[in-house]
């Protein structure tokens, strides 16, 4: 299995925050009588965000791939970062490599 990169591990927190999130709206007293409690809730919660997750990662994907054909890692036929016009890597390559 691949080693995770900063921004997978960076992803997975965010989920794991979303499914904290999502317990306690479920679990809210403010919901009075609708109030959901028991063990399904998690089980509950963890289905919703992951159903939610693709629609939420998508457009924050599809900026980091565009980001990526910007700032080749391999910079141009020069060696320099087309946008930057530093040596390649330059900062912006390297940031979403890790």
Known sequence: MPTPTAGG????????Y???????GLCDPGLGRNRLTGPL???????AVTSATPFLRAPLLARISRAMLLHPTAGDATGTCPVCRV????PTASALQS
């Open 9 to 16: 591990r960076d992803l997975e927190q965010a989920h794991r």
């Open 18 to 24: 979303g499914v904290g999130a999502a317990v306690a």
């Open 87 to 90: 040596p390649a890597p330059c």
């Open 41 to 47: 809730v998690p089980v509950l919660a963890e289905a």
